[in-house]
């Protein structure tokens, strides 16, 4: 009997638990480009692109195969625009009436398959290198849910970076040699650019032509789309900018929207890289002895420890996460996000970076816009509709914890154990954005003040209660309490002007 075998845009690896269980010669698969997904909300042109061109080229590979693939471009007329409505149109058109899905990284996606009148088999994801019964396992009893604690778990688990029983280099944890401040001579190396196709040329007139209202800069598009080009940009991250990753990690500099990073994340996240492999090949950089310990461990730990880390509290959870806003914040997105206007220098640059990159490198992500939304206390939900939008790696499953838990501290301190706030001083030591804006950086109040500096007091004065219980809070809760009541008073005065006109929509 057919059955129809669902292929989502995040998932084109041909490991896919769906694909290792159907039956090559009997089976269809099912693919689809629809508006339910691209257009609602509205997504990054050049992360529709990249999606939608990654998705024909792996048609095309699976075909190639020996597999039959039944795929829906979005102008075909008879798409049927959503997923679920595909399976239902295919499964007729097929005579199917079982689905075998893998289990999507969205929990609405989720819902839709367990709800769906076709009967669906939904297998694990084992596309990461920890299952979730695995990091539930981890999980349990636990009262402190730290990353490093489960990172030094995967390292044993999977003997990377391991000599024997003990970590590479003596130590398990590089970070005291990594995150410093930029250097104005730094060298700004970019990632490879893949040039599109004919198949790539099309997917971005389409796109062009499909979703012209939305935030972002759709060309130039140089995205690897294939497995091939993901391990080459992989090679040559490896070769180029690994070996000073860890040390610059933190750093940003204005108009170098890469610095040392990988920008691998796009591929990984929609299975055009392995996270193990990727793993592997920073080992044996470190051990063939052209990279340094704390750069391999630095990158590994991103990915070893860090994403599959969020991906297991993002299982954990469950649907409710997303919703969750442990501060009571409540303020509107304000437009800057968008590409209004403002004087931050430094907000103005993470906006820049995202609209013309679809990509902003995870400092600006944490420190700047993430910073800003939780001092300024904006509504979680709209926080994470903005950052799901927004980046070309963005999928519920890794975007709402680093969003909801990581910079929002809306989860309460499930993964974090202090808010990640911060004032301008922060920022002014780890970047130069502050020497070309027109606020300063060293002032707290009055209409020049950064607005960073009376932003994040009025933030540790609102949660005053809530942090005094947090010891890691203790020294800046008695720091603001050290300061004059007039000060103090002036400072409140500030950021209520600020959020005010931020609220009134004018620029800050
Ligand atoms: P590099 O700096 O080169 O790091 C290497 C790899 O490590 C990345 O490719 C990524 O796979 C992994 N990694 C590093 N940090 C994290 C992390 N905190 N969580 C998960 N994986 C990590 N990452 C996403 O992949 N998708 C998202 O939607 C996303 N949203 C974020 C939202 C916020 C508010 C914050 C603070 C972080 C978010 N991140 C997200 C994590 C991180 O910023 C990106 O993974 C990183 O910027 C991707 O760029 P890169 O490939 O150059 O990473
Ligand atoms: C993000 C995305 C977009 C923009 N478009 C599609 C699409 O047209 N078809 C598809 O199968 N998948 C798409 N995706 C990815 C899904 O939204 C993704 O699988 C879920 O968000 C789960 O991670
Ligand atoms: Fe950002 Fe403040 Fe520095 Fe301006 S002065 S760039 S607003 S931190």
């Known amino acids: 009997m057919v059955r129809v075998v669902l292929v989502l845009g995040d998932q084109l690896s041909p490991e896919l638990s769906a694909l290792r269980e159907a039956d090559r010669d009997s089976d269809v698969v099912v693919m689809a480009e629809v508006h339910g997904e691209a257009g609602s909300p509205k997504h990054h042109p050049k992360k529709i692109a990249l999606i939608f061109a990654a998705m024909r080229k792996f048609a095309a590979r699976l075909e190639a195969d020996g597999w039959t693939v039944a795929y829906a471009r979005l102008d075909d007329p008879d798409n049927a625009q959503s997923i679920s409505s595909e399976l239902l149109r295919r499964a007729e058109h097929f005579g199917a009436k079982e689905v075998l899905a893998t289990t999507p990284g969205d929990w609405r996606l989720i819902a839709m398959l367990d709800e769906h009148p076709l009967a669906v088999t939904r297998l694990p994801d084992q596309r990461f290198i920890a299952s979730e019964a695995e990091f539930e396992a981890w999980a349990k009893d636990r009262k ?21 029983d003990a970590p590479a280099g003596g130590k398990w944890n590089f970070d005291k040699d990594n995150r410093k401040p930029p250097r104005d001579d730094l060298f700004r190396p970019e990632p490879p650019v893949f040039a599109p196709d004919e198949v790539t040329n099309a997917v971005l007139d389409l796109v062009e032509a499909e979703f012209a209202d939305h935030f972002g800069d759709l060309r130039p598009f140089g995205f690897p789309t294939t497995h091939d ?13 690994l070996e000073q990753f860890g040390t610059y990690q933190d750093a940003m500099l204005t108009g170098a929207d890469y610095l040392y990073h990988s920008v691998l994340s796009p591929a990984l996240n929609i299975g055009l890289l392995d996270p193990l492999e990727l793993c592997r090949m920073a080992e044996a950089a470190y051990r063939d002895g052209k990279v340094p310990i704390n750069a391999a ?3 590994i730990r991103q990915i070893l420890g860090w994403r599959e880390y969020v991906r297991g509290i993002w299982a954990l959870d469950g649907p409710g996460y997303t919703g969750r806003n442990a501060l009571g914040h409540d303020r509107d997105l304000p437009w800057l996000y968008w590409g209004g206007e403002t004087r931050m220098a430094c907000m103005a640059e ?3 970076s995202t609209r013309e990159n679809a990509y902003a490198h995870h400092i600006q992500r944490l420190m700047i816009t993430g910073n800003f939304a939780l001092i300024a206390g904006l509504d979680p939900v709209q926080v994470q509709e903005w950052y799901l939008c927004v980046y070309a790696d963005a999928f519920e499953w890794v975007e709402a914890p680093n969003t909801v838990g990581m910079a929002l501290f809306a989860d309460g301190g499930m993964m974090a154990s202090k808010p990640y706030a911060a004032s301008g001083n922060y920022i002014n030591k780890m970047s130069d954005y502050c020497a070309g804006c027109s606020y300063d950086v ?7 003040a950064c ?58």
């Open 451 to 508: 607005p960073f500096n009376p932003l994040y007091w009025q933030f540790i004065d609102r949660h005053a209660e809530r942090f005094g219980q947090n010891p890691r809070m203790g020294p800046i809760l008695a720091t603001w309490r050290r300061m004059a009541p007039d000060d103090r008073d002036d400072i409140l005065r500030s950021a209520a002007d600020i959020l005010e006109m931020m609220e009134n929509g004018d620029r800050i």
């Open 350 to 352: 993470a906006v820049r």
């Open 229 to 241: 080009e993901a391990r080459r940009a992989a090679e040559d991250f490896i070769a180029h900018r």
């Open 442 to 448: 060293k002032a707290r109040t009055g209409p020049d």
């Open 144 to 164: 402190d849910l730290r990353m490093e604690w489960f990172y030094r778990e995967m390292r044993r688990k999977t003997g990377l970076l391991m000599d024997g």
């Open 297 to 299: 461990e630095g990158f």
